[in-house]
């Protein structure tokens, strides 16, 4: 089984995109090229600031519609406690 992520970038404008990718530096990069998420595209350059590995595609998948679920102060909260 090939791992995967589960990540969060902000946006230059503030806001927060999640999404789930093989290789999340690599998905980022894809962003920045114009190349990633319609939402992204004008938002440039966004930067990683959250990454969870999980088992499989069909984990990542899940955890991404949860995380997304949880809004902006929700991802905040999330970020918060990877930064300490």
């Known amino acids: 089984m090939t791992r995967c992520f589960c990540y969060i970038v902000e946006c230059a404008d503030g806001t927060y995109y999640t ?3 093989v290789d999340p530096d ?3 990069q894809a962003h920045n090229a114009g190349r990633g998420a319609k939402y992204t595209r004008t938002r440039r350059p966004v930067r990683l600031v959250y990454v969870e590995e999980q088992p499989d595609r069909k ?4 955890r991404e519609i949860q995380i997304k679920r949880l809004g902006r102060d929700g991802k905040r909260k ?3 406690k990877v930064d300490k």
């Open 59 to 62: 984990s990542a998948m899940k």
């Open 78 to 80: 999330l970020l918060e």
């Open 26 to 28: 690599k998905r980022v």
């Open 19 to 21: 999404g789930w990718a």
